[in-house]
């Protein structure tokens, strides 16, 4: 059984924090994904990641860094937390190659205020 | 740039009823279509899927069509329960990077007993 988790269900942060979410998962995929969720606009891919120490910006990478060191890791980092960034956040992770599925997190809801 | 279309965002029904949920996507490469149910609180899980080989594909209550030539895809629910009450999410596969989906963005299921 696939299991996705991260590292915190709520968060609370001030404007200009650095903020870190983590992301692990157990089944050795290769892929790994931060999306942010907003009522109205879906998922939307922030990062991406193929294979350790690779990423792949995605359609709103502004403001956010990823970081991959290990294969089971895959971090979001805000580098200077602002109000926009308030949302929910999920990491998700599939196997490489074609049809496989995307097994997504609990999610972080991040508030800042 | 690449997008899915999803309708409607929020969708009511009488128990019993059938449910349709439609999405229409712009790439035509596009090979790859999955389905995810978000209950409420909870994380977005993979409910069925159709490739781009396939006209129709059923599991029980659920059932999902492609039409590729009009680029276009649903998802049909049939028998409705009050259990089927959630977010739902179409998305397609991109034409560059079959690794990644782009996602509509959601609609809202209510099932009224």
């Known amino acids: 059984d696939v299991k996705v988790t991260q590292s915190s269900r709520y968060l609370v942060k001030r404007t200009g924090e650095k903020v870190f979410l983590e992301c692990v998962q157990d089944?050795?995929?290769?892929?790994m994904f931060w999306y942010r969720q907003d009522p109205g606009l879906g998922l939307r891919l922030i990062y991406f990641?193929?294979?350790?120490?690779?990423?792949e910006k995605g359609d709103i990478p502004e403001g956010y860094s990823v970081s991959r060191e290990k294969k089971e890791r895959f971090s979001l980092i805000l580098e200077s937390a602002s109000t926009n960034q308030t949302s929910m956040y999920l990491c998700?992770?599939?196997?490489?190659?074609?049809?496989?599925?995307?097994?997504f997190g609990p999610g972080t809801r991040l508030t800042v205020l | 740039g690449e997008n899915v279309e999803q309708h409607p965002s929020t969708l009511s029904v009488q128990e019993g009823d059938s449910a349709v949920i439609k999405c229409t996507y712009s790439?035509?490469?596009?090979?790859?279509f999955p389905w995810y149910k978000q209950e409420l609180g909870k994380r977005p899980q993979l409910i069925i899927d159709?490739?781009?080989?396939?006209g129709e594909k059923k599991d029980q209550r659920i059932a999902v069509t492609l039409n590729k030539t009009a680029k276009h895809f649903s998802l049909h629910i049939t028998e409705t329960q009050p259990e089927d009450s959630a977010v739902y999410f179409c998305?397609?596969?991109?034409?560059?990077?079959?690794?990644?989906?782009?996602f509509g963005t959601g609609t809202r299921l209510q099932v009224f007993p």
């Open positions: 990641s193929y294979d350790v120490k690779m990423k």
């Open positions: 998700a992770s599939r196997r490489q190659g074609d049809f496989n599925e995307q097994f």
């Open positions: 790439d035509s490469a596009s090979n790859y």
């Open positions: 159709i490739r781009s080989n396939v």
């Open positions: 998305a397609a596969s991109m034409r560059y990077n079959t690794d990644k989906l782009i």
């Open positions: 089944m050795d995929h290769e892929n």
